[in-house]
């Protein structure tokens, strides 16, 4: 099941965001956002973002890599790879990362951002790494996963 902290393009302060998904208690946390730098418009890539009290191997750092390897690989952009700071999403008590999506700054990157074929692929490899982290955390997941793929098939 999916909450959203807002579906609208409304502002929501990040101390409201933190305060709703500790109190819905997820299975993770994921935050999506298109990055951006004025001083270096040719920055370009996809990278994923922890808190630094993160430990390599820790579920949140599973999460990031999981996720910063399946969108690179459904898009083909550039691997900034995962990285450390100080984050509100540090304050969240479930596994939980954010990821930049790739730079509105640079306008090769802007423009493929702004079609559906692209926004397609990203949603498609957040999805996966979504999936392959629950999969990997989770054993009855991915039994649960299975079951419904073998339902799915035999009703075709």
Do not use: C
Not at 26 to 40: K, R, T, V
Not at 65 to 78: S, Y
Not at 109 to 126: D, H, N, S, W
């Amino acid at each position: 099941r999916v909450v959203m902290t807002r579906t609208a393009d409304v502002y929501m302060s990040l101390d409201s965001r933190v305060a709703k998904a500790n109190g819905i208690g997820p299975a993770l946390y994921l935050s999506i956002q298109a990055n951006a730098s004025g001083q270096h418009p040719e920055a370009a890539g996809i990278e994923t973002w922890v808190a630094p009290a993160v430990a390599a191997g820790s579920p949140a750092w599973q999460l990031a890599e999981l996720l910063q390897g399946a969108v690179i690989a459904a898009t083909g952009a550039r691997d900034r790879g995962v990285k450390k700071q100080e984050l509100y999403i540090g304050r969240i008590k479930a596994p939980a990362a954010l990821i930049e999506t790739g730079f509105l700054s640079n306008a090769d990157e802007r423009t493929k951002l702004q079609t559906a074929a692209y926004q397609e692929k990203v949603a498609a490899g957040i999805l996966n790494g979504i999936l392959a982290y629950l999969e990997h955390t989770n054993p009855s997941f991915a039994a649960s996963v299975a079951s419904r793929a073998a339902r799915s098939s035999r009703n075709r």
